[in-house]
Each structure stands twice: as C-alpha cells, then as structure tokens.
C-alpha cells in the first residue's frame, strides 16, 4: 500500500471540503445574477468569504478570491518593486527583487514596507518571524499549521492557496484590508470587489472556506502536536542509519510536518525515485520545481554547496501519517542507502 508523505506539494481533499463542494455543484445560479438561483450562488461565495476570513483572522471584506496563491502573487506583487530574499517560491520571484540576506535559515529585512516574506518555506518548512509593517507575506504553507491572524500580524497583505490544507486546487486568496490600492490584473465585470473579474469557482470556493474552517479547528486542537513527535521521529532515525546526513534548518523553528535532509553523494531526483519505486511519495523540493534539473536555489541561499543542495530530500507529513508509516519509510530508506553504499 503506498504512502504520501508530500504534504507540502498538495494535500489530501478534506471530508469537510467534498461536502461543501458536492453541495455546491447542485446550485445552478451564477453569482452576479440578482434572482434567486444567483443569490443562492453568491451566498455559497459569501459564506466561504465569511469562513476563510474568520480562519485567518481577518474581515469578510478583506479577501478577494483568485485562481491560486500564483495569482494573488502576481495580483499584489505586479509593479510594486517590492524586494524579497532568495528563498522565497517562484510565484514571488517572478515579481521582486531577490536581495534580503538569508543567515542561518532567518532573513534578514532592512525594510518591512518594502519588503515580501514567506511565513513558512516549502522545502525547509522553516518558519520566519513577520516583522511589523511587512508589505506582503506568503503564508501558503504556514496556515492551518501553525498559529497566524492576519489582524495582530502587522503585515499589510497575504495570500494563501486552498490546496496545501485540504481544499481543492485551483482556488487561492488575497487577504488586504478594504481600501488599500491594489490594481486588478484580470478586468472584465469587476467581480470581487473589482479586484478580480471572471465568474466566481463557486464549487472550489465553497470547498475552500470549509477547509480553511476545519483546518483551524484541527490547528487549534493541537493535531499538529503529534505530527511533529512523528517528523523527529523520522529524522532520529535516518541520522541513527547515516551519520553524513544533513538536516536542513533543524536548529531553527519549523512546521511540524517537515523535514529537509540531504545525503551528500546521492542525488535528490535519484532518491525520489527509489522511494517511488518503494511505495512512498516524497520529493526533492518544492512542487513547482521538483522534475527540473538543477540546485535548489533555497538550500543554496542557506550555505550548502552544489553536491548538498543536490542531495536533498523532503518529506512533509499530514494528519493522517501515522507512526508505522513513518518508520517504514525511515527502513525503506536505509535499506536503500545501504545498496547504495555497496554498490
């Protein structure tokens, strides 16, 4: 039976989620619509609207829906030469300029209102500490994982994307509060608040706000608690089996699903692929890299040279990963690296 340990690429749909869509999909109205089949429609919208905002800590008003978290980047980031650190996700490079200096693991921001900042990178899982007055965070993978409220976090505007805690893909979320000058990328019937013309993903959307809703709530129950007892676990481990290991940003405050190690002298891609072939499913980076020929340019901004930053590999768990799983990846592994060291 395989086992996904890649959590931080996407994640299983939610119950809660499936519900909310299947529900949704009976709903014929468009949402612009004034009669009652668009007002149901537009309800669907505004709930998930209502959901989300309450999960993340901020105002009905604030969210605007888009296609992704790749979007709301380009929404917020497009023209504002704001500048950014090395290690920030590809939807943000496109857009900044990758100056900030990145020392041991933490980056270092001169000036906040000028500035971009991840909460939590997706290879490392190292989460960063949000200075006031930050202009834009990229809280994608840190939200329903660990503690954010857009309202006490000093940061001007986020954006997050359904699918890294259990919504669907294809629907994502900029989070500003109302009135603040953002200038829409898609025009057309000004639908979210003319922020973001094309008829509203009522389906994803309502799969969205009921995700963000149950992710919370799991957060707020301590279910993470025990995925981080789980992840170190792991890496005792695979240090017991490889002492040459190196465990990216274990010094540093991390999610609690994720773990980034490299093996000098055994590639990343080629470790993907004898865990595949296992039964597992890992990565050797994030998703939106992972399958390109070249080093990580996150692990690189950190210290590590070429045959390092070549080596690594990322396990990221869910809530569903249980203990077994985990130490039957951590035997497949050795078992592996061993072949390999005899080969």
């Not at 949704?24 to 998930?48: I, Q, Y």
Request: charge should be neutral; aromatic fraction near 4%; charged fraction near 20%.
């Amino acid at each position: 039976m395989r086992v996904y340990l890649d959590h931080n690429a996407t994640t299983p749909l939610r119950a809660e989620a499936r519900a909310a869509m299947l529900a949704a999909m009976d709903v014929v109205g468009n949402p612009s619509s004034v009669h009652a089949e668009g007002r149901a429609a537009k309800g669907l919208v505004e709930k998930a609207r209502a959901q989300l905002a309450e999960a993340v800590g901020a105002s009905g008003a604030d969210v605007v829906f888009t296609s992704g978290a790749t979007e709301a980047a380009a929404l917020v980031l497009a023209g504002r030469g704001l500048k950014a650190a090395p290690i920030e996700h590809d939807a943000v490079h496109a857009w900044v300029d990758p100056v900030l200096p990145v020392v041991d693991g933490a980056v270092q921001v001169d000036d906040p209102g000028a500035s971009v900042l991840q909460l939590a990178n997706s290879e490392t899982g190292i989460v960063q500490e949000l200075p006031q007055g930050l202009a834009v965070s990229d809280i994608t993978q840190g939200f329903g994982r660990i503690p954010f409220a857009f309202n006490w976090s000093g940061v001007r505007m986020v954006f997050l994307s359904a699918h890294k805690f259990g919504g669907p893909k294809g629907v994502g979320a900029l989070i500003f509060p109302a009135g603040t000058d953002v200038a829409a990328q898609i025009k057309g019937g000004g639908q979210e608040m003319g922020r973001r013309s094309g008829t509203e993903n009522v389906v994803a959307i309502a799969g969205m706000g009921a995700a963000a809703q149950a992710a919370q709530a799991d957060l707020a129950g301590g279910k993470w608690d025990r995925i981080e007892k789980l992840r170190n676990i792991l890496e005792s481990a695979i240090e017991a089996a490889e002492n040459r290991t190196i465990f990216v940003g274990k010094g540093c405050r991390r999610l609690p699903n994720t773990s980034c190690f490299a093996t000098p002298g055994w590639k990343g891609e080629t470790q993907v692929m004898a865990m595949d072939l296992a039964g597992f499913a890992v990565s050797a980076g994030s998703a939106c890299s992972s399958g390109k020929v070249k080093v990580s340019r996150v692990l690189k901004a950190m210290g590590l040279d070429d045959e390092a930053a070549a080596s690594a590999l990322r396990v990221s768990l869910g809530l569903e990963t249980t203990e077994d799983e985990v130490m039957r990846f951590a035997q497949a592994w050795t078992e592996k690296r061993a072949r390999r060291r005899a080969a």
